[in-house]
Structure formats: C-alpha cells, structure tokens
C-alpha cells in the first residue's frame, strides 16, 4: 500500500477484522486525509492478516489498548452488535469519533448510551447504513417526492437465504436475526423514501432452523423467518420477507425491492457497486429513474470523514440509527404478542 504522511487528518482504528473489518479499512485507506494505523480482533489471524493488508506492523486482541493510542481519532465498528455500544461508548469517551456498522445496538439503551456519550464528548457518531450515500436512493426520495409514483405507496423487500455461514447471526443474544440485522436497513430507507414517520409495526416469525445441528450450541435462538408489516403516517406501507433458516443449499433467487403507486411499479437494486431504479409504467414501458455503479461503502466512508472535517452531523447518525432499531424491537414484540405495535 501507498505510504501516507504522518500529518493526514484521520487516523483510524478498525475493531473487528471480519468481512465488514476488511471492507471499512479498505474504504478509509483509499481516502487521501485519512489512513487505518491500528486493527484490532480477538482471532490473532485476522487481526495479523488486516495488520498486513493495512501495511501495519503490529496488531492488538484487546481493543481498548488500541483505541486509548494518543494518535488514533476515528473508529470503525464492526464487531457482532451486541459488542457495539461497548465499544462505541469506550470510543466517544476517549474523544474519537465513531463508526458503527448497523445495527447501532442489540437494545434502545444501548443505543441512547451511544447517543449520550457522543453528545457528552461532541464527537461524531455515524451508523452504517450505506444505501443512504446511493446516489440512486437519494434520488428516488426526491422522484417520490414529486409525485413520480402517486400515492399511496407500498415497499415490498424480500431476503430469503439458507442457513447462515456466520452462525453467530442465528443467535438473538448476539445479532438479533434477519430482522433486526437486515430490517435497519429497510426500515430506514422506508422513513427516507415515504417522508413519514412510522406509526405501527405488525409481524409473526418463526424458527425455521431450530434443531439444525450447525446452531445447536446457541442457547437463544433467533427469530430467521418473519413477515413484517409497517404502516407510515402518510398511509404507507413496507412490508419484509425474510427467511435465514432454510436448509443449506436452499436459496431462492434473489430480486430486486418492488415500490407499487398508482402509477406503476419502481424496481430497487441495492448492490455494494451496483445500485438502479427502474420503473415500470403504464403501457409496460420501461424507463431509468436512477443508476449509478458507485460504491456504497466508500461514499458512505468518505461522507463520514468529510463530517469531522467539516463538522457537519452526518447523514445516518445516532438519530437515525435509533430509529430504525426501534422498528426492528416493535416487530419482535408484535412476534411475541401477536398484535400490532403502535409507535407513539
């Protein structure tokens, strides 16, 4: 890797050095005013492999040892969820701005002590929901907007996969389930797209994978199988089908998300480097409404970044994260009540 001056604006400790590790170093390592100088993983492999691909020397297991270092200003998030807020709040409190992969937290208090302890120490806190920095969704919101689909509308998103490869994604104690991991997602793209605020949340779940042998060692076994249904103050509606709990080589062919309106339909496509908007009007024409082939993660990475340096809130931050927790926990009660969660 190229060798940056000892004087660049950010400098960044990356905690967790998984897929989504990799991906945040290497986002941030691109950016010219800031470089990753420290990683941090309880698996010395990992953490010795970033080290490397990072032009790094040394590696830590403990990530407060790394985040207390006097040069590190950010850091990346991207350990499992229920690890977010601990790692978050010993961040802000040390004065570094945070990056949190989303989930923000497993809890609302977990969340709120994020939000607390950034407030406290005036750092930024950012949560990664990257489908905010497509070019592509911004421009649908304001395409909505102006009327592009009439009203009402109504969101259908389906994610339907086998059996998790990272079981800890099964576990309800560690990252909730498709739900909460994925539905954030949604559920803040769904307040951005309608312009409204959720005003109640309806859901029935099932365990399709409980008593496989591959999670038999978790004690809480989470919800992998859900229909979710939210109603918006403007008469919207987003509904998420998911499924990951289907026998290994058992998934579906994915698609894109479907946006029906009295107008037609608009096809969305969220890839890391692909994203596009495509509506199906009346007549069966086709017709662009979006594209773009930029990279999600690193927009959102350089968004971030310029935030500090700029001292600016940044597009998806505690707020927003918290928000969209907390449909994601109104689904889960609905689960566990089976009526609807009305959202004050």
Same mark, same amino acid.
């Given at each position: ?65 790394a ?12 350990v ?12 802000a ?7 949190? !992969?989303?989930?923000? =937290?497993?809890? /609302?208090?977990?969340?709120? *002590?994020?939000? &607390?302890?950034? %407030? $406290?120490q005036?750092?930024?806190?950012g949560?990664?929901?990257?489908r905010r ?8 919101? !304001?395409?909505l907007? =102006?009327?592009? /689909?009439?009203r009402?509308? *109504?969101?259908? &998103?389906?994610? %339907? $996969?086998?059996l998790r ?5 099964h ?13 954030v ?9 309608? *312009? ?13 994978a ?13 919800v ?8 918006y103050?403007?008469g ?10 289907l ?45 773009s082939?930029?990279?999600m ?12 340096l ?18 994601a ?16």
């Open positions: 890797m190229t060798v940056k001056s000892d004087s660049i604006s950010l400098r960044v400790c990356v905690v967790g050095c998984g897929a989504m590790g990799t991906i945040h170093a290497a986002r941030w390592n691109r950016l010219p005013d800031a470089a990753v100088v420290a990683v941090v993983d309880i698996r010395p492999d990992r953490a010795e492999r970033l080290a490397a691909t990072c032009g790094l020397d040394r590696w830590y297991l403990d990530y407060r040892e985040i207390c270092r006097d040069d590190v200003n950010v850091v990346s998030v991207c499992p969820t229920h690890l977010h807020a601990e790692v978050a709040i010993c961040a409190e040390h004065g570094k701005h945070v990056l949190s !992969e989303k989930p923000m =937290a497993l809890t /609302l208090a977990g969340a709120d *002590a994020m939000i &607390a302890a950034a %407030a $406290r005036g750092v930024k806190l949560v990664g929901f990257m920095y497509s070019p592509v969704q911004a421009r649908v919101a !304001e395409w907007a =102006a009327g592009g /689909l009439g009402p509308l *109504a969101y259908h &998103a389906l994610d %339907a $996969r086998e490869p990272k079981r800890e994604m576990d309800a104690n560690a990252n909730g389930g498709p739900v909460i991991d994925m539905g997602h949604l559920f803040d793209g769904w307040s951005l797209l309608f *312009a409204a605020e959720p005003v109640e949340v309806f859901a029935q779940g099932h365990r399709l409980a008593g496989r042998p591959e999670i038999a060692h978790i004690a809480t076994v989470a992998d199988t859900a229909t979710v249904i939210v109603r103050a403007t919207d509606t987003g509904t998420f089908v998911c499924s990951w709990g026998p290994p080589g058992v998934t579906p062919p994915g698609g894109p998300d479907i946006l029906f309106g009295p107008a037609g339909a608009l096809h969305l496509t969220y890839g890391i480097t692909h994203q596009e908007a495509l509506w199906l009007r009346e007549g069966g024409v086709w017709e662009t409404i979006a594209v082939d930029e990279d993660y690193a927009r959102e990475i350089a968004s971030f970044a310029a935030c500090i700029e001292d600016r809130p940044p597009p998806a931050g505690g707020a927003e994260g918290r928000a969209a927790l907390r449909v926990l109104a689904a889960i009660e609905s689960m566990q009540t089976g009526k609807p969660v009305l959202l004050g």
